[in-house]
């Protein structure tokens, strides 16, 4: 099946650094998400990406769609420790079915 | 709104024993799925349903079953359960099928022994 490389696997940070993490695909995709998951929960939604070249804020996060619509990057500035979790990239091919990165798992160190 | 439910939410299994998750959405959300998490790997789709009497079967099937008979409820069976089944199982829902934002149950922890 359709793979999405999502990279770093693990960060270990301090707190109030800035993270940032991406996705790249060997496919073209229709809308680029991102996904944050905690222990014991299932992943909710941050920030949904509809047009390549698309940049995107939630409050401290920043999402774009990669002009050739193959990546995407999120980008986490002065990270909190609530901001511990596993980050999910996820593509939505022309089928609206999602394809999703292997997860980002950020660590903050105290 | 409780969203959506899964029950149980954790459950151990010997091979070869049956069993079916359950999941619950109360949002009159007209697609609903089935994923499934292992470490290390991103959520995979096991089977989806477009609305009420379709369902569909995903990247990863085999060995699962599931009906669509209301809108509300999309259970998941496992048939003969096997040790590579041992995953965290995620139904989701979402508005309609060409929406982007999926809501997640709080996910069944499963072992088959």
């Known amino acids: 099946g359709q793979q999405l490389n999502q990279s770093p696997q693990s960060m270990f940070i301090q707190e109030g650094e800035d993270v940032s993490m991406n996705c790249t695909s060997s496919s073209i995709f229709n809308t680029w998400l991102w996904y944050k998951q905690e222990p014991g929960e299932g992943p909710v939604l941050l920030i949904a990406l509809y047009k390549a070249g698309e940049l995107t804020s939630n409050g401290r996060l920043t999402a774009q769609f990669g002009i050739t619509r193959k990546d995407s990057f999120l980008n986490i500035s002065a990270s909190i420790p609530s901001d511990v979790g596993i980050y999910f990239c996820a593509g939505q091919d022309s089928n609206y079915q999602l394809i999703w990165g292997a997860g980002t798992k950020l660590i903050i160190k105290p | ?113």
């Not at chain 2, 939410?9 to 007209?30: I, P």
């Not at chain 2, 040790?83 to 809501?103: L, N, R």
């Open chain 2, 1 to 113: 709104n409780a969203g959506v439910t899964q029950t149980p939410k954790f459950q151990v299994l010997k091979t070869g024993q049956s069993m079916t998750l359950q999941c619950a959405q109360d949002m009159n959300h007209e697609y609903m799925s089935w994923y499934r998490q292992d470490p290390g790997m991103g959520l995979r789709l096991i089977h989806y349903s477009v609305g009420a009497g379709i369902t569909d079967q995903g990247e990863v099937p085999n060995g699962y079953n599931v009906s669509r008979s209301t809108t509300e409820d999309f259970p998941l069976r496992l048939l003969s359960a096997a040790p590579s089944q041992t995953s965290v199982y995620f139904c989701a829902s979402m508005i309609q099928t060409s929406g982007t934002e999926q809501f997640f149950g709080p996910g069944t922890r499963l072992t088959v022994l």
